[in-house]
């Protein structure tokens, strides 16, 4: 079964500094991948995704992410926090064969990563 | 505006007493879906619809009951409401998410059942 693991439940940055946000998957083949962020009283927006091609994805508001297969990793960084950079970010996942039983097209999220940024 | 739309953001409720959560899309997507967020847990799949009448058990569905009568709309019921159902709910939508495209998520309903 696929699952997400996300280091650190609470990161805590100062502004200017560097954002590294965590991720590892488990799963036989290699899924899609995903990071979105949750800002209070708002839902998930969609920060930047995988699925073939390159494996450094550029996402919105400067953020950008690294697929590696051979560490099962899908790391979110940013070089620069800014205050406003201050949410919960989830990494996903779903699965990359075909639309099946074993594929519903079900995201598998990772426990969730609360960024601080210090001015 | 391309939105996911839940109602009602908040509510406060007793045990036993039937409700449902309405989620509504206005991008003609296929597929729907319901999560639940739990402190330390991420989210959950409750129920998903790949199309209109076409539903299924997510990994949490428990509880809840779901219907797909039209393509925009994916209710979340709660025939009778238990304490441990105080959650956050998002209902999400997707256009095909079973080939890597991404889910969009409305703004959520927190439930409190007390």
């Known amino acids: 079964a696929q699952s997400v693991t996300q280091l650190g439940s609470h990161v805590s940055v100062s502004e200017g500094a560097l954002v590294l946000l965590r991720c590892n998957y488990s799963?036989?083949?290699?899924?899609?991948l995903f990071w979105y962020v949750q800002y209070p009283n708002q839902g998930l927006q969609l920060l930047l995704k995988y699925t073939t091609g390159a494996t450094l994805v550029k996402g919105i508001n400067g953020f950008e992410a690294e697929f590696k297969k051979s560490e099962t990793s899908f790391h979110l960084t940013k070089p620069s926090a800014h205050m406003s950079d201050a949410a919960e970010y989830f990494c996903a996942v779903s699965p990359s064969w075909p639309q099946g039983s074993s594929n519903t097209g079900k995201l598998i999220f990772g426990q969730g990563t609360t960024l601080q940024v210090k001015p | 505006e391309a939105q996911v739309t839940q109602n009602p953001r908040y509510l406060i409720t007793v045990t036993g007493k039937k409700l449902t959560v309405t989620c509504s899309q206005n991008?003609?997507?296929?597929?729907m879906s319901w999560y639940r967020q739990d402190p330390g847990l991420g989210l959950r799949q409750i129920y998903y619809?790949?199309?209109?009448?076409?539903?299924d058990k997510g990994d949490v569905p428990e509880g809840y009951k779901v219907s797909r009568k039209e393509k925009r709309n994916f209710p979340l019921i709660l025939e009778s409401p238990s304490p441990n159902q105080t959650s956050l709910y998002f209902c999400?939508?997707?256009?095909?998410?079973?080939?890597?495209?991404?889910?969009?998520f409305g703004d959520g309903t927190r439930l409190s059942i007390l």
């Open positions: 991008m003609n997507h296929e597929y």
């Open positions: 999400a939508s997707s256009l095909y998410p079973t080939r890597g495209q991404p889910q969009h």
């Open positions: 799963s036989s083949v290699p899924p899609y």
């Open positions: 619809s790949m199309n209109v009448e076409v539903t």
